[in-house]
């Protein structure tokens, strides 16, 4: 069973819209949890951790349920340049391996 | 303040050759992290330095791996021989901090071709 699993998308999302998506992961013992952007052809760069109370940064919301082991985000008013594919990521307390899902590839529509 | 750094940014080579990646990590970051991304899949961790001490190379795929960090500053990455199924963009991270929650900054990755 893969340690974190995404629907890979596409998510087609017209302009303004919200787009909304989670992750699961396998391990109980995960403790920290990040979303990470990544552009075609680049390096991930972190968007934002994930905090056990849920947390936002502008547009973006993420949550976190332990009990179900998912985690998820949303955007709100897209804009063209959210287009990227978001990574789950998690972390087991204790170790810095980053186990990561395949990404959810987002497509803003004008 | 200049990020991750990784050289060469794309390879090409045959297979039983041998290729060798380096990074330079953010100056000041005692931890070093090299990660593969293989057409298709997820990026996966292949190991984790402290300073010049492995400190987890449990991502290690074989022993045709090596990794180094003398002197505790840049890192290179030898694949000796390469096969086929090495083909894929070796990405290169560092953290100052060794706790889980520390964000770790990747560099921009070396794009390799097993032919």
């Known amino acids: 069973r893969k340690e974190v699993e995404q629907d890979p998308g596409p998510f087609n999302v017209p302009e303004g819209a919200t787009v909304a998506f989670n992750c699961t992961y396998s391990n109980s013992a995960s403790q920290s949890f990040f979303w990470y952007r990544q552009d075609c052809r680049k390096e991930p760069k972190l968007l934002m951790s994930?905090?056990?109370s849920g947390n936002e940064d502008g547009r973006f919301t993420a949550q976190l349920n332990r009990a179900s082991q998912y985690i998820s985000l949303l955007i709100r008013d897209s804009k063209l340049s959210d287009s990227a594919t978001y990574l789950c990521?998690?972390?087991?307390?204790?170790?810095?391996?980053?186990?990561f899902g395949k990404g959810n590839q987002v497509v803003v529509i004008p | 303040e200049a990020g991750v750094t990784q050289f060469p940014s794309h390879s090409v080579i045959e297979k039983g050759q041998t290729v060798t990646l380096r990074c330079d990590p953010i100056?000041?970051?005692?931890?070093l992290y090299w990660y593969r991304r293989v057409m298709g899949k997820e990026i996966k961790f292949l190991l984790h330095f402290v300073k010049e001490s492995k400190q987890d190379e449990s991502g290690m795929p074989n022993n045709r791996f090596l990794a180094e960090r003398t002197g505790g500053t840049y890192s290179t990455l030898k694949v000796q021989p390469a096969e086929l199924e090495d083909s894929g963009v070796y990405f290169c991270?560092?953290?100052?901090?060794?706790?889980?929650?520390?964000?770790?900054?990747f560099g921009p990755g070396t794009r390799l071709t097993v032919l």
């Open positions: 100056s000041g970051h005692d931890n």
């Open positions: 990521v998690v972390s087991v307390y204790g170790n810095n391996r980053l186990a």
């Open positions: 994930v905090y056990s």
């Open positions: 991270a560092s953290s100052l901090r060794t706790e889980s929650t520390d964000t770790q900054y």
